[in-house]
């Protein structure tokens, strides 16, 4: 008989998460995922935001990503050569669906699966077993939505959807004759109810006519969202439309949980309201399902017990929203970043774009283009970037080993002074910073300056309170008129299935830092792991991935045996004093690593750290490029643990573009030769060169010898 193999739920199928289901797999691990939306992705899958649908994590609709393909990719998985050097998001979407039809990852993956609670699992003494119960629920959407419509500044209900041939064309009769029949229906209906006031009239047909006219709108207005079915799990097929394998939570008064129903990790257990499964009839060894008879609606949920559980939810989710003084006089529209898709709606509008972030200049510029006048509120100002430096090489690309040696005081001074040649003093733009390059995520846009200079943006200090008649008074004393505010604040670490203080360490429910050991593991749960949960200096897809590949080695008992809890705690407080030292002290950056840095770490602890001098020894040409070249992800696969036989190849395409290898050769060999003219005796002219005076001399004579004839 087999062996049982440790099961693990990966929660969220972005990114991060489909990086971790590879490396599931490859371990030998069985690996179940689980995630809300109906398509892989994550947050790079576009969604529209509709009224009455919980907004969907999703970039807005003009993303182009700020890192280089080469720096996005994962490690053994590179990007078409043909795609474009930045990306925008429809391509890093499609690029995320090839990684997972390419490994084969949709078969372990539960689409439109909502994660309600992940709790120790208890044995019938109270006895935690070191497993974990992830309750999940299916959420499909109930039809159709309306799209927001902020034309006017105010939210609100859009318009009808627009029917084509609306004077008599084929579209409007349609739709018109559906309308007259449900009118002539109901009238019939109506008419005839009995005495005891009961409708005779088949319902049925009335139903149906409602449907069809939602479905002809729905044609022009946008698709219906094609929802996969719930499945069920088996490691040998993959997941099979089953429909009845579900369950029904219910709380302690007996009504049916639902998504809206509190359920905050562990203390869903010991606090209001506990809930309590309506029967418990074991299945499998690691499923519990059950069904309510009582719920008319059939709000379905299920339990099912891993071993470890991997969380790839990321921090890109949770709003967070300043409180400035008199907030409440402000009668325009109030949004997040989080909820912004097009800039359409502020068309001729003042608009106040608070955060300077990348997300705040890229929203600013674009909404510059449709609205009268844009104000960018900055704090402490921001270090701009172009995409590009000399020769047309990706910023990016300059994050190299070598570049990571510099010591950070020479690095902050070479960046700052390029940066002041490149568009001179930030002064004048009002975006001068209070600290070094290295001390903060920097802004990366190319088309900022210009629209300053241009007049359609004007920076303007952090904002002090709220006037009536929606006037923002800032902290230099000036007030604007806006019609409009976008909060581009960044997020809040939360996870609303987790007890966050038990598990992450985190005390303050308000602050972003966590306590966890290398941004991955708590210090008390040695069988949960979160990956992506970091700001890097870099893409953070391959930091994910290489985060993956430790958790999955370390699971699979493959990987050194992580540190006693006190080890880990002390590593974790020394840790934030180097950090401290660092990085400026903002909740942006409480999770902030160096990409260089922080990938060699956790790369040697995964057993995949190149061994440099191995590599100089053998291939001088790889090595060079792996010192001086850009620190790519393909790196890692050269050798040691999940080595890529095609990484070398990978490597040398990335640095193709400027070619190291022939740049160094061509120097080199410049350099010998200078040194070698420069050593040897004086010598005569070589037999070409003489041939040539020769030649020239014989010329002149011939020239002078015509000369003298004609004169005579």
């Not at 927001?148 to 009769?173: E, F, K, L, Q, Y």
């Not at 003093?425 to 300053?452: C, M, Q, V, W």
């Not at 800032?474 to 038990?502: M, Q, W």
């Not at 020239?696 to 004839?709: E, K, P, R």
């Amino acid at each position: 008989m087999s062996q049982r193999r440790p099961r693990v739920a990966v929660i969220g199928a972005g990114a991060s998460g489909l990086s971790a289901i590879k490396e599931c797999i490859a371990e030998g691990l069985d690996v179940v995922c689980f995630d809300q939306e109906p398509q892989v992705g994550g947050l790079w899958r576009y969604v529209p935001a509709r009224e009455g649908e919980d907004p969907h994590s999703s970039v807005y609709e003009s993303t182009v990503i700020n890192t280089s393909k080469e720096m996005l990719a994962y490690s053994d998985f590179p990007v078409p050569k043909e795609w474009p050097t930045f990306m925008p998001h429809r391509y890093v979407a499609r690029y995320l669906q090839m990684y997972a039809e390419h490994f084969d990852l949709k078969k372990h993956i539960k689409f439109n699966r909502r994660v309600l609670s992940i709790v120790p699992e208890n044995n019938e003494s109270g006895e935690h077993t070191g497993r974990w119960e992830v309750t999940t629920q299916k959420c499909r959407r109930k039809g159709p939505t309306r799209m927001m419509d902020t034309s006017a500044g105010r939210r609100g209900r859009s318009p009808p959807a627009p029917v084509p041939g609306a004077a008599g064309g084929s579209g409007s009769s349609i739709f018109l004759n559906l309308q007259e029949q449900q009118r002539q229906l109901k009238q019939q209906q109506h008419q005839q109810q009995n005495g005891s006031g009961e409708v005779v009239s088949d319902k049925q047909q009335i139903e149906q006519l409602e449907q069809d006219m939602e479905d002809l709108s729905l044609m022009y207005n946008g698709r219906k969202r094609s929802l996969s079915p719930v499945q069920i799990y088996d490691p040998s097929q993959g997941y099979e439309a089953d429909p009845f394998a579900d369950s029904t939570m219910l709380s302690e008064n007996g009504s049916p949980l639902n998504a809206n129903t509190p359920l905050l990790g562990s203390a869903a257990s010991i606090s209001s309201p506990k809930l309590k499964p309506a029967s418990l009839p074991f299945d499998r060894d690691h499923e519990r399902t059950s069904i309510d008879p009582r719920s008319p609606s059939q709000v379905k949920s299920k339990r099912e017990v891993f071993d470890f559980v991997i969380v790839c939810t990321g921090h890109h989710w949770k709003p967070r929203l300043p409180d400035f003084e008199g907030i409440e006089h402000f009668q325009g529209t109030m949004l997040h970043s989080h909820l912004y898709r097009v800039p359409y709606p502020f068309k001729d509008q003042r608009v106040l774009v608070i955060g300077a972030g990348n997300s705040g200049t890229d929203i600013a510029t674009e909404i510059s283009h449709h609205a009268s006048q844009v104000l960018l509120s900055t704090r402490t100002g921001t270090w701009v970037v172009p995409r590009t430096t000399l020769f047309g090489v990706p910023m990016d690309h300059i994050s190299s080993r070598a570049m990571s040696a510099v010591p950070r005081p020479l690095v902050n001074f070479a960046v700052e002074s390029l940066l002041h040649l490149h568009h001179g003093d930030l002064s004048r733009y009002g975006l001068k910073p209070n600290h070094h390059f290295t001390e903060a995520h920097p802004t990366i846009n190319g088309e900022l300056l210009g629209r300053i200079d241009a007049g359609r943006i004007v920076v303007r200090p952090n904002v002090s309170r709220v006037k009536p008649f929606n006037v923002i008074e800032f902290v230099d004393n000036s007030e604007e008129r806006v019609d409009s505010v976008i909060y581009c604040t960044g997020y809040k670490i939360e996870h609303p299935f987790l007890d966050s203080k038990a598990i992450l360490g985190q005390e303050d429910s308000n602050s972003n830092r966590v306590r966890l050991y290398k941004h991955i593991f708590p210090v008390n749960h040695r069988n949960i792991a979160f990956c992506g949960m970091v700001q890097s200096s870099g893409s953070v897809i391959p930091v994910a991935e290489m985060q993956a590949r430790w958790v999955a080695r370390v699971f699979a008992g493959r990987a050194e045996r992580l540190p006693p809890p006190k080890v880990m705690r002390d590593t974790i407080d020394k840790d934030w004093v180097e950090h401290c030292k660092v990085f400026v002290p903002r909740e942006r950056h409480t999770v902030q690593v160096d990409f260089v840095t922080y990938m060699d770490e956790i790369a040697k602890y995964a057993g995949c750290l190149p061994d440099l001098w191995r590599i100089w020894k053998t291939n001088w040409t790889l090595a060079t490029q792996v010192t001086f070249g850009p620190a790519l992800p393909f790196h890692y696969r050269i050798e040691g643990a999940g080595a890529w036989a095609g990484a070398e190849a990978a490597i040398s395409d990335a640095c193709a573009p400027y070619d190291l290898v022939r740049m160094a050769s061509a120097a080199t060999t410049q350099a010998t030769n200078s040194i070698g003219r420069a050593l040897s005796p004086a010598r005569g002219p070589t037999p070409a060169q003489r041939q040539l005076q020769q030649s020239l001399q014989q010329s002149s004579f011939v020239q002078m010898h015509d000369v003298d004839a004609a004169r005579k």
